[in-house]
């Protein structure tokens, strides 16, 4: 069965260092992977996906996440924190269902602090 | 502009009293689906629909039911509410499943029932 675990519930960090949330995955086949935001009174936004191309993926606002098979890891970074990154981020891995279903992960809560 | 809107943002009601979220896209999107939000459990999907009069349960159906009558609207309708359907709702489409396409969310409903 797949399932994901994002590792920290809440994040803090100051404005200009880097930013790392972390989430595993497991998975019976090849999963499809994204990181989705969420701002405060709004619904959620893809960041970025992995589709079995390239490891090492590039989203949007400077967000990066790399898959690694052998720690059934998909951690998300972005070198340098601005206070607009404030939000919720949320880990998804497609489901048993394969095109009809995610499972998504608990979610992290990413402050920035001036 | 391309969206996913959902009526209403907020709603109060009470135990029993039979109601029903919109969800529109005006995307010309294939799949659409309902999740709920709640604290630490991420979002679980409730109902999905891959085309017109195509529907079927995802994680947590129990409470709720759905209709796919036309390509853009997916209502979703809480015949008798309880107090444990006290929850934020989101609405998503996207143009085929969603394994490698990604999901497009509207603004959420914030349901409490009291």
């Known amino acids: 069965a797949q399932s994901v675990t994002q590792l920290d519930s809440h994040v803090s960090v100051s404005e200009g260092t880097p930013v790392l949330l972390r989430c595993n995955y497991s998975?019976?086949?090849?999963?499809?992977l994204f990181w989705y935001v969420q701002h405060p009174n709004k619904g959620l936004q893809l960041l970025l996906k992995?589709?079995?191309?390239?490891?090492l993926v590039k989203g949007i606002n400077g967000f990066e996440a790399e898959f690694k098979k052998s720690e059934t890891s998909f951690h998300l970074t972005k070198p340098s924190a601005h206070m607009s990154d404030a939000a919720e981020y949320f880990c998804?891995?497609?489901?048993?269902?394969?095109?009809?279903?995610?499972?998504f992960g608990a979610g992290t809560r990413l402050a920035v602090h001036p | 502009e391309a969206q996913v809107t959902q009526n209403p943002r907020y709603l109060i009601t009470v135990t029993g009293k039979k109601l029903t979220v919109t969800c529109s896209q005006n995307?010309?999107?294939?799949?659409m689906s309902w999740y709920r939000q709640d604290p630490g459990l991420g979002l679980r999907q409730i109902y999905y629909s891959m085309n017109v009069e195509v529907t079927d349960k995802g994680d947590v159906p129990e409470g709720y039911k759905v209709s796919r009558k036309e390509k853009r609207n997916f209502p979703l309708i809480l015949e008798s509410p309880s107090p444990n359907q006290t929850s934020l709702y989101f609405c998503a489409s996207s143009p085929q499943g969603v394994r490698d396409s990604p999901l497009h969310f509207g603004n959420g409903t914030r349901l409490t029932v009291t």
């Open positions: 992995y589709t079995s191309a390239a490891t």
């Open positions: 998804v891995v497609s489901g048993a269902g394969g095109y009809n279903k995610l499972i």
């Open positions: 995307m010309n999107h294939e799949y």
């Open positions: 998975s019976s086949y090849s999963p499809s």
